[in-house]
């Protein structure tokens, strides 16, 4: 449980600072109009939503909590390289390309760390361990934008806040890894 809540607060304070910063981002770096910047916002959001639907599904499929979290965390790895790169080179194709992996992947966190809270616990304790993993997400919301908006602020550019967001999610693959790693062996341990 805990190392799902780690995940929900490092994948969150990337998700957080990519939703609250995309509009300025797209305003500010790539010239877009203050409707096209809102648009970028809400696309994400669209494709969150088909996103946790497929997820959902996934997981409820039998795929393993960790493989799950593995795919998600590496592509919102590819999600924040695609916005870094659009800023980098002034192309709006590579924005919404990131927009959309952004909306695919790490929009899709929630579903997996809760119903990968729900499988590793009684049913006795699904409240408090989700309760352990909901807060590992809402420090990340809260904390990713506050590191979001201090970077760019000290920086004057959006490069350290990707960055920031990008190394994030990489903790997010260790511990994925290490999810993963403690799940075969218990499988194995099961087993004999």
Do not use: K
Request: glycine content about 16%; aromatic content about 8%.
């Amino acid at each position: 449980v805990w190392l799902l809540a780690g995940f929900a607060l490092f994948s969150g304070a990337g998700m957080q600072a990519t939703n609250v910063y995309l509009p300025m981002f797209a305003q500010r770096e790539l010239d877009f109009s203050l409707l096209m910047a809102g648009a970028a916002a809400a696309a994400a959001g669209v494709v969150g939503v088909a996103a946790r639907v497929m997820w959902g599904r996934r997981i409820a499929g039998g795929t393993g909590v960790a493989s799950l979290l593995l795919i998600l965390a590496l592509g919102a790895i590819g999600g924040t390289a695609l916005l870094l790169l659009a800023g980098q080179t002034g192309m709006p194709v590579l924005m919404w390309a990131g927009v959309a992996l952004h909306g695919a992947t790490v929009l899709g966190v929630n579903v997996v760390v809760m119903a990968g809270a729900m499988r590793e616990v009684e049913p006795a304790r699904v409240g408090a361990a989700s309760g352990v993993v909901s807060l590992g997400m809402y420090v990340g919301f809260a904390s990713g934008p506050l590191a979001m908006g201090l970077l760019l602020q000290y920086s004057g550019g959006f490069l350290a806040g990707w960055l920031f967001v990008a190394s994030g999610y990489l903790l997010c693959v260790v511990l994925g890894l290490v999810l993963r790693r403690m799940t075969a062996r218990t499988a194995a341990v099961a087993e004999t």
